[in-house]
């Protein structure tokens, strides 16, 4: 595990509470995790019918009643709340833009919202997901919700007794939920999640949503929902074999592109959500949005998506909590306890270093006195002979046997086999000629020009030393 693996999860160490509220066209089901630190425990489900969409007093009192009895004996989690709703009750358009906009998307957005949404700027609430950059230009998922149903629903759930934190998607609370259970094993995700008389089809890669679209499912015949799906696919570069197909409580027709299914996705919390009392088996599979919303309302959220207001968002997105805080408090202490010690140790350490290298400083010194002496003694070698054949005695009885009377040496240099002289003679073009006839000297010849001192010319010769 890297560091930066390692800080991401520490940061995710919570002691919290949530729950998550997924309103669906005829049914809504609720969903309750408590997280102690990593460990993340399902404590309840459940699932209430709806009256339909239309009987709209009829349905906020069931919708509060259900939510204020599941909340009502939840005391701890009412803090924490994530609305999942519809996909059609959102509006999700593409946006392409100059990539100069990249910088500043929020502002651009907000200039041009009017023009991408059928509503006024003052009457919609949106988030965005960039989708990627491709040569000059940049790709961008606007996902927007009318400002009334955004109040609506808040309203209603603070009469609950809850406090929102999130308003998501059914197709990014599914992902949330499939990518906790199964982790970084999961690649691209193809969603289809029924809402009534309409299916969604979202595809979800690299825990981002990619494009999401409602089609009403009478219209799903004649291939229309693979063209689309291939459709969403080749904007992403992405094969049909690359993708899981995932969906639940589909028509004949629709059910057969599904590889994970109802059954599969419900057994997928084995292992992840502590189950204890088994709540999910045999459950009514909408309660999988549910618990991916409660997800998000305890800091796992793996697809970030909030369509909240940009002031409830601030305030929902809160910095770390206490048991963040305590956690990395401690890992501050004992970083600093270890640091201190390691401080400690080292000057100890070098204490006891000194103290031997004060006691061996003589014996130091004694021995480089010696090796002193000893390459003096080895210089000295080098420069009285380089090799057994070669002796200076022997040089100076042939020279003085060579030289002529009249001439004489001021110095003389034996080294390496060669030997140097410096002198005066009547003629030393003589003393060349006389040097050259002894089997002892070789190469003899004239070191520097010859100059005239009185009737005797200075000379200075140089001569190998034949062994």
């Known amino acids: 595990m890297t560091l930066a693996d390692l800080t991401q999860r520490l940061s995710r160490a919570d002691l919290l509470d949530g729950i998550g509220v997924y309103v669906a066209p005829d049914r809504v089901a609720l969903a309750h995790l408590r997280k102690r630190l990593f460990r993340v425990q399902l404590l309840e489900v459940a699932v209430h019918p709806l009256p339909p969409p239309g009987e709209v007093d009829a349905r906020r009192q069931a919708l509060l009643e259900a939510v204020s009895h599941f909340a009502g004996v939840r005391r701890g989690a009412v803090q924490r709340a994530c609305i999942v709703l519809p996909r059609r009750a959102a509006m999700m358009t593409r946006v392409v833009l100059p990539a100069a906009a990249r910088d500043n998307l929020r502002e651009v957005l907000s200039y041009e919202i009017e023009n991408l949404v059928p509503l006024p700027k003052d009457e919609v609430h949106y988030q965005y997901v960039l989708r ?147 709540r999910l088996a045999g459950m009514d599979a909408a309660v999988l949005p549910a618990i991916g919303g409660a997800l998000a309302a305890v800091r796992e959220q793996a697809v970030p998506l909030n369509l909240l207001p940009d002031d409830q968002r601030r305030a929902a997105e809160d910095g770390p909590s206490l048991a963040t805080m305590g956690l990395a408090s401690l890992a501050l202490v004992l970083v600093l306890v270890f640091g201190l010690s390691m401080l400690v140790k080292e000057r100890l350490l070098l204490r006891d270093v000194e103290a031997q290298v004060a006691e061996l400083q003589p014996k130091v010194r004694e021995v480089r006195s010696l090796q002193d002496e000893i390459d003096h003694i080895q210089e000295q070698l080098k420069i009285l002979g380089s090799g057994e054949d070669v002796r200076a005695t022997r040089v100076l009885r042939d020279l003085t046997e060579l030289v002529p009377k009249e001439a004489y040496l001021t110095t003389l240099t034996l080294r390496q086999g060669k030997v140097t002289m410096d002198g005066q003679a009547t003629l030393a073009s003589d003393l060349i000629t006389t040097l050259e006839k002894s089997k002892r000297f070789r190469q003899v010849q004239f070191s520097s020009p010859t100059t005239r001192a009185g009737d005797k010319e200075r000379f200075a010769l140089s001569a190998e030393v034949a062994r």
Not at 146 to 166: F, H, I, K, M, W
Not at 261 to 273: H, I, N, V
């Open 132 to 278: 990627e950059q491709r040569g000059e230009r940049v790709e961008v998922l606007l996902a927007s919700l009318p400002r009334t149903v955004v109040e609506d629903y808040t309203t209603l759930l603070e009469q609950a007794g809850l406090r929102v934190r999130s308003l998501e998607l059914a197709c990014t609370a599914l992902a949330n939920y499939i990518l906790f259970c199964r982790g970084n094993e999961v690649g691209p995700l193809g969603l289809m999640i029924p809402e009534g008389d309409d299916l969604e089809l979202a595809l979800v890669h690299e825990h981002r949503l990619c494009s999401s679209q409602v089609m009403p499912m009478d219209r799903l015949t004649g291939g229309a929902l693979e063209q689309a799906f291939v459709r969403q696919l080749a904007e992403e570069q992405l094969q049909p074999s690359d993708v899981t197909m995932v969906g639940y409580g589909l028509p004949n027709g629709v059910a057969e592109y599904a590889q994970w299914k109802a059954e599969e996705l419900l057994a997928m919390a084995a292992g992840r959500l502590d189950d204890d009392d088994g």
